[in-house]
């Protein structure tokens, strides 16, 4: 079945440097990526996602790149901002008509001020 | 619309006791997903459905754990006998199809078992 991998477990930025997280899956098939954003004693919340069909998404000061060739994907956030210290999970979907995702690991990403 | 429900926030139960969980799902969504977190572990799936079936509960650590999805805007999960190393956040998300989807999270349960 599908696997992801996330890396790095934990980050740690200056405030305005920019971040990267990535994610490598197993499945070729997987068709979904999307990237949850979980804040202290919170629900995961959905920033960004994006499909297989697209190579890369931007929202305002974050993005997500997929190569489907090497089977990794990254979540990109430019100039950071104390807020944006949380954990952040990549997930991908397998080829199913399910809806199920498969999570990474989670990295904790710290802004220092 | 108010998102996805759970109750309660927090359970505090002594091992033994049985501990039921409940999910109500936003409205017009056909998926259903029960997950738990620890930071062992990390975030699991434990069942999901699909239409109020049942499609893989693979995820369900043993028979002690148990979930329904009666109708389409109710969902519960069941613990009995609950042990300590139950304690963990549940959460419960919903999906707007049975595709590739975004699923949306709710609150979550803190359960605690002593």
């Known amino acids: 079945g599908e696997n992801v991998e996330q890396h790095p477990s934990t980050l740690s930025v200056q405030e305005g440097d920019s971040a990267v997280i990535k994610c490598t899956y197993s499945?070729?098939?997987?068709?979904?990526f999307p990237w949850y954003k979980q804040e202290l004693g919170k629900r995961p919340q959905l920033i960004i996602d994006?499909?297989?069909?697209?190579g890369e998404k931007k929202d305002q000061r974050i993005a997500v790149t997929l190569n489907k060739t090497a089977k990794h994907f990254s979540l990109h956030i430019t100039e950071t901002q104390p807020e944006d210290s949380a954990v952040y999970f990549c997930?991908?979907?397998?080829?199913?008509?399910?809806?199920?995702?498969?999570f990474g690991q989670g990295t904790t990403l710290q802004v220092k001020p | 619309d108010a998102g996805v429900i759970q109750s309660p926030r927090h359970e505090v139960t002594e091992m033994g006791q049985e501990v039921t969980l409940r999910c109500k799902p936003i409205?017009?969504?056909?998926?259903l997903f029960w997950y738990r977190q620890t930071m062992m572990r990390g975030l699991e799936l434990l069942i999901y459905?699909?239409?109020?079936?049942?499609?893989?509960d693979s995820g369900m650590p043993e028979d002690r754990f148990s979930a329904k999805m009666p109708n389409a805007s109710f969902s519960t999960l069941k613990i009995q006998p609950s042990e300590p190393r139950d304690s963990a956040v549940y959460f419960c998300?919903?999906?707007?199809?049975?595709?590739?989807?975004?699923?949306?999270f709710g609150p979550g349960t803190r359960l605690t078992v002593t």
């Open positions: 409205s017009g969504h056909n998926s």
């Open positions: 459905f699909n239409n109020n079936v049942p499609i893989d």
């Open positions: 499945d070729s098939a997987s068709n979904y």
């Open positions: 997930a991908a979907s397998p080829p199913s008509n399910t809806g199920k995702l498969i």
């Open positions: 994006i499909r297989s069909n697209v």
């Open positions: 998300a919903s999906s707007p199809g049975t595709g590739a989807y975004e699923q949306y």
